[in-house]
């Protein structure tokens, strides 16, 4: 295998079998043994992951080629979804074996809150890397701050994203809320770049890593700002957790006049909490081994690292996680 990790230590389970394992805890394994004779069947695994013009889908895309280049027996594919909300569902429904979700999200279905009737059994595999917030306005807007966008027309990303989730949080810190609301639509971040475009929007939230090529394609096409975010950050993190991190948009990524302070928050790569332990190990080495390709499907692999992964907060890492990161790093993950 392909490798940049530090560590030589053998992995504990062939990963042909660890995946199988994990595709019938699913419930996704294709066809049925009948016989001694029968080989076994194909697997499937699916990756929830976003929006085809985000971070979340061009991630998955590139995990979905790591794990296939190793498994030449199995289909793995990266899902196309609303984001968060619907991949932590899709997780916890078994119509995925591995998701991506934004950590503020993840708390609130640890806890059984907000979007979900119920807490979600889940466990973490790595802390991936930080989503910036983008708040778009056309280059003419009067808003400056989040604050300014009470009465406009504000998208807060699709349902069942975690950009909805953050983006609301972020009105009602800023006290766009009441009598004082956005009038505030479900758009995608491709839908939001295009309404803003045509005049049907005044502004729009999307949480992504950086560059996220729906807002790039944007930029290079109308004239727009992102509005700085910084005085939401205490708000924030006293309201939702410490998770929520201070991030700064630099000029350079899109090519703007000047950096834009804002918030961030971390994004995870997440499993079943009954994923057996041997299973969730194997998976972490798989993550690890391909972080140069991974680089290649989007930059934001490059913050992939087992120092930084253990933070997962809000959702415990998975103990078969934790394993690998205390044999690449002793002391490390435990």
Partial sequence: MRSRT???RPRTVPIRAAVAALALAGGLLTGCATGPDVTD???ELTIAAGEPSGVYYRYGRGLAAA????LPETTVTAAVTSGSVDNIERLARGEAQLAFALADTAAEAVAGTGPFRTPVPMRAIARLYTNSVHVVVAAGSPAQRVADLAGLRVSVGASGSGTEVTALRMLAVAGVSGNRAALVQQLG??????A??????DAFFWSGGLPTQG????V???PVRLLPADDLLVGMRADHGGYVVEQTIRASVYGLPADVPGIG????LLVRADLPDEVAETITAALFAHRSELVGAHPEARYLDERDAITTTPVPLHPGAAAYYRAAKPGVGG
Avoid at 67 to 70: M, N, W
Avoid at 189 to 194: D, N, P, Q
């Fill in 215 to 218: 807002v790039q394609e944007l």
């Fill in 265 to 268: 928050v971390p994004n995870l």
């Fill in 196 to 201: 803003l475009a045509d005049g049907r929007l």
């Fill in 220 to 222: 290079d096409r109308t």
């Fill in 189 to 194: 971040v491709g839908e939001s770049a295009g």
């Fill in 41 to 43: 069947p194909p697997v």
């Fill in 6 to 8: 530090t560590t030589s």
């Fill in 67 to 70: 794990f296939g280049a190793e």
